[in-house]
């Protein structure tokens, strides 16, 4: 059974940094592409950042320099390194396996 596992959300301020992780269980990590996705209020679930097999990464454009996606197959374990946040940035983020399998979500809020 495969099972998606996200932490690391918090309570930040404008300007701060938190990195999420995401454990992935039961299945061929390394093989899949990873996403991290996001919720927020009255918007429809956006990708926020994703990373092939091969670790080509890809952003959302109000993240580009701001955000890192990273993987260590060893670990079988992403993470969204995210600097300079901003109240925009609060949202729910989700973490997902391979376009199918998503976890049940880590919330970030960024205020002062």
């Known amino acids: 059974q495969v099972q998606v596992v996200e932490s690391g959300g918090g309570l930040v301020q404008p300007g701060g940094s938190l990195r999420l992780s995401c454990v992935v269980s039961?299945?061929?990590?390394?093989?899949?592409?990873m996403n991290w996705y996001r919720q927020r209020p009255g918007v429809q679930r956006e990708l926020v950042a994703g990373i092939t097999n091969s670790s080509s990464t890809y952003y959302l454009d109000s993240v580009k320099g701001r955000f890192t996606i990273t993987r260590d197959n060893a670990k079988d374990t992403v993470y969204l390194q995210m600097n300079s946040l901003k109240p925009e940035d609060t949202a729910v983020y989700y973490c997902q396996l391979n376009w199918v399998h998503w976890g049940q979500g880590t919330p970030v809020t960024v205020s002062s």
């Open positions: 039961g299945s061929s990590f390394g093989f899949h592409a």
